[in-house]
């Protein structure tokens, strides 16, 4: 973790009183980044029987609080999740949770807009934002590395280095991978 930034331990405050999982300031975490993570009592008692790994989640942000996309940050974030427990589920969707194409894709997946504000309206949009990112990461993981990617995700964000970095362009892989229902088939 970024201990200089952060401090040297993670403060997890369990609560029945948390609706959705999410660390300190949640979106608005890179303004005032501190290693807090605030937990749904579900997520806890999941986290611990091995069939919920929403803190591997909210933890990878801590690890990773500097991003230049909201979609990748949740991508890799879930990506990180399936990778240590990979037959729990991650926020709202389950393990074996499979992509569906959506009218948004070229806006959102691996773009530098902000996070979306039917993220915290619409619970459709929510579960399909986190799985579709999570797919479209691990495709650019599975093409270059971890380390490509995250040398991607410190940078300011251009389609350029995008481009010179995954040797694709990003609407191009959306549409390899069959998340965008505007794709020609
Ligand atoms: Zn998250």
Same mark, same amino acid.
């Given at each position: $973790?970024?201990? !200089?930034?952060?401090? %040297?331990?993670?403060?997890?405050?369990? =609560?029945?009183?948390?609706?959705?999982? &999410?660390?300190?300031?949640?979106?608005? &975490?890179?303004?005032? %980044?501190?290693?807090?993570?605030?937990?749904? =009592?579900?997520? #806890?008692?999941?986290?611990?029987?091995?069939?919920?790994?929403?803190?591997v &989640? /909210?933890?990878?942000?801590?690890?990773?609080?500097?991003?230049?996309?909201?979609s990748?940050r /949740?991508? +890799?974030?879930?990506y990180?999740?399936?990778? +240590?427990?990979?037959?729990?589920?991650?926020? %709202?969707n389950?393990?074996?949770?499979?992509?569906?194409?959506?009218?948004?894709?070229? !806006? #959102?997946?691996g773009?530098?807009?902000?996070?979306?504000?039917?993220? $915290?309206?619409?619970?459709?949009f !929510?579960?399909?934002?986190?799985?579709?990112? #999570? +797919?479209?990461?691990?495709?650019?993981?599975?093409?270059?590395? $971890?380390?490509?990617?995250?040398?991607?995700?410190? =940078?300011? #964000? =251009?389609?350029?280095?995008f /481009?010179?970095?995954f040797?694709?362009?990003?609407?191009?892989?959306?549409?390899?991978?069959?998340?965008?229902t505007?794709?020609?088939?």
């Amino acid at each position: $973790m970024d201990a !200089r930034n952060l401090g %040297p331990k993670i403060k997890v405050v369990v =609560s029945n009183n948390v609706r959705v999982s &999410h660390v300190w300031q949640g979106y608005q &975490h890179m303004n005032d %980044p501190r290693a807090v993570i605030f937990l749904n =009592s579900r997520a #806890y008692e999941g986290f611990k029987s091995g069939a919920n790994a929403t803190l591997v &989640h /909210e933890m990878t942000h801590l690890f990773t609080w500097k991003f230049n996309s909201h979609s990748l940050r /949740e991508g +890799v974030a879930d990506y990180v999740a399936r990778a +240590v427990m990979p037959n729990a589920s991650v926020g %709202p969707n389950a393990a074996n949770a499979l992509p569906t194409p959506v009218d948004w894709a070229f !806006r #959102y997946l691996g773009s530098s807009q902000p996070a979306p504000s039917e993220l $915290m309206t619409d619970v459709e949009f !929510r579960k399909s934002y986190y799985f579709l990112s #999570y +797919v479209f990461v691990k495709a650019l993981i599975d093409r270059t590395s $971890m380390a490509d990617f995250l040398r991607f995700y410190d =940078s300011a #964000y =251009s389609d350029t280095l995008f /481009e010179s970095t995954f040797k694709v362009k990003r609407l191009d892989l959306i549409c390899e991978l069959r998340l965008g229902t505007q794709c020609k088939e």
